[in-house]
């Protein structure tokens, strides 16, 4: 169970991040949460797809690993096998969080780093540390405050992104069908893919205000990362083959 708790020098002044990629920390996972300004560095290596919370009947893009549940095709031991990594994974076990407190010289609402205590990348033993000697943070979390703050504004922009998708029509179902090393049938489906025909179809107007918004690049992004689907499966069928 996760035990969050907000950052600091004092309290965890000891603690270390382990940064290597195993299922044991977590990476044996199908797909992770992305965002657009993401998926350049995405589209070389994953299939993006879009998928639908039945719960609240939002769509969040995906970058795709496997085909089915804890299968993660990326992952070879402790070595992550792609040359860029999705910053939702990179992230653990870090998150933001905001402070309501009213502590002095704390704005409200202020977003704060805060760690999951309970994650199994947190050691007292070995990994990164996370504070210098005399409370100073240390370079590794440095880094880390950059990409949670740059996932911050990823998932703060997603939403109007994928609102403009809908609006236009411009997202439609996907199934694939794979097959296993024992010779059934595994489907993958509940996942969205961009509607190339009615993109085609949209007005000159509609396009400059997308590519103004910034979305027409992620838009062609996202078409182009499917291309890695045959890669997926190619990864597939090699470790099925071991």
């Known amino acids: 169970m996760a035990q969050h708790a907000l950052l600091n020098n004092i309290d965890h002044a000891d603690l270390r991040v382990i940064t290597d990629h195993a299922a044991a920390f977590g990476d044996d996972t199908m797909c992770a949460l992305t965002f657009p300004a993401e998926f350049r560095n995405l589209q070389a290596e994953y299939p993006i797809f879009f998928y639908k919370d039945q719960q609240t009947g939002q769509f969040q893009p995906v970058a795709m690993f496997g085909f089915e549940d804890r299968e993660n095709l990326f992952l070879e031991g402790s070595h992550w096998d792609a040359a860029y990594v999705p910053l939702s994974v990179t992230r653990q076990p870090f998150l933001l969080g905001k ?35 005399h409370g100073g943070t240390s ?40 097959e296993t090393a024992d010779g059934a049938t595994h489907r993958l489906a509940g996942y969205y893919t961009i509607n190339e025909e009615h993109l085609h179809e949209l007005g000159g107007d509609v396009l400059e205000d997308l590519n103004k918004r910034g979305y027409l690049q992620a838009i062609f992004m996202a078409i182009a990362s499917l291309s890695n689907i045959g890669g997926l499966i190619r990864r597939r069928e090699a470790r099925q083959a071991r």
């Open 99 to 133: 402070r309501r407190d009213g502590a002095p010289g704390e704005a409200e609402d202020e977003v704060l780093i805060h760690i999951d205590l309970d994650h199994p990348r947190v050691s007292a033993e070995r990994g990164e540390r996370l504070f210098l000697e």
């Open 139 to 178: 370079p590794f979390l440095d880094r880390v405050s950059s990409q949670l703050h740059t996932l911050h504004l990823g998932f703060m922009g997603c939403a109007p992104f994928v609102e403009a998708l809908v609006k236009h029509d411009l997202l439609e179902l996907f199934s694939l069908d794979v």
